[in-house]
């Protein structure tokens, strides 16, 4: 009987005292994800504006599947921490950021789906060169803009965790 009130009364101690926040790990994944998404874009401009016939869309589309791995954990990351804060009384302010962190998650994912659908139609445009050189430095500049912004990203998220934290 002793033991199973010492093991209500440190579950509660924990819960309430100690209770397990996972934040951090998630604004951590979501960084990782960020920045390998950007870097795909940066790729993929890169590709369009100086690699245009080399036909290196192939290693591309694969980056992006591999990232869509990263993706899917990074969902379950932000799960986890907002399952986390439910018996955090003092999660509030995490809460308000796993929210936001959600919605720059969904903002990922469209541009996931985005930049797969144009991998498939710029290997076939390459293949039947149908891009233009001014085409392909608009395509170029429009993929760089989506690179820094997924680049920036990150860095405000750092930001509000070091706001918390202090």
């Known amino acids: 009987m002793d033991t199973l009130i010492g093991i209500v009364v440190a ?8 209770p397990p926040d996972f934040t951090k790990k998630a604004a951590k994944s979501l960084e990782k994800l960020s920045n390998q998404l950007s870097g ?3 790729e993929l401009s890169n590709w369009i504006q100086l690699e245009w016939g080399q ?27 907002f399952n986390s804060l439910k018996f955090n ?11 936001k962190y959600d919605m720059e998650l969904k903002k990922m994912s469209k541009c996931y789906d985005y930049i797969s659908t144009i991998v498939t139609t710029l290997k076939e445009w390459e293949k039947e060169g ?3 050189s001014s085409d ?5 500049i429009y993929l760089q803009a989506f690179s820094k912004f997924f680049g920036n990203l ?13």
């Open 130 to 132: 149908h891009l233009s």
């Open 89 to 99: 009384p003092f999660g509030k302010k995490h809460h308000s950021l796993i929210k």
């Open 40 to 42: 795909i874009l940066n």
């Open 11 to 18: 579950i509660l101690i924990h819960m309430f005292l100690f």
């Open 154 to 166: 990150n860095v405000q998220q750092q930001n509000e965790l070091d706001g918390e934290s202090n």
């Open 136 to 140: 392909q430095m608009e395509a170029s």
């Open 55 to 81: 036909e290196k869309g192939n290693m591309i589309e694969n980056k992006i599947h591999l990232s869509l791995q990263e993706l899917h954990a990074t969902k379950e990351m932000l799960s986890t921490a």
